[in-house]
């Protein structure tokens, strides 16, 4: 439990594995909205293993040069380090993400400067727990925009 002021405790009864089974079972109908956020699939290579990984993320549906796109939180909850998927992409920008029954090949680049301010705001809509979360950690926490490919 937090005792921030602004924090709202998550459902947690739809997570990690269970989150992306029923969401990919699915089509995103369990799952593309998870505690009234809208979800993706995020489907990566792995950093060092070179294995695919997949994520269930939260994403901000953003247009970004004239074309859709999908902003992420590398939040991972306020932790201390960047979450995994974060590395992956890092490591190799191209990737795919499945919103609802869609598989969309995207490239991840980390927004900077005004674009993630911008960017910041538009996430914390759709899961206002960002901002508690910059006060859990000395990092500053990625924004990153997936563009279509």
């Known amino acids: 439990m937090s005792d921030d002021s602004n924090y709202t405790p998550p459902d947690l009864s739809m997570f990690g594995e ?3 089974r029923a ?3 699915t089509d995103g109908e369990n799952g593309f909205l998870w505690n009234g956020a809208t979800c993706l699939i ?3 290579t792995g950093a060092k293993s070179g294995l695919p990984r997949k994520s269930a993320l939260i994403y901000a549906a953003h247009t970004s040069n004239g074309a859709d796109a999908y902003v992420l939180i590398a939040s991972q909850g306020g932790a201390p380090t960047h979450p995994n998927w974060y590395h992956n992409l890092l490591a190799h920008p191209d990737c795919e993400v499945q919103v609802k029954g869609d ?3 995207v490239r991840a680049r980390t927004a900077d400067g005004a674009e993630r301010e911008e960017l910041w705001k538009l996430a914390c809509v759709q899961w206002p727990n960002y901002d508690e979360y910059t006060k859990r950690t000395d990092r500053v926490i990625p924004v990153v925009v997936l563009e279509r490919r």
């Open 103 to 105: 598989v969309i090949p």
């Open 18 to 20: 269970e989150h992306i």
């Open 42 to 44: 995020l489907r990566t």
């Open 23 to 25: 969401y990919e079972e």
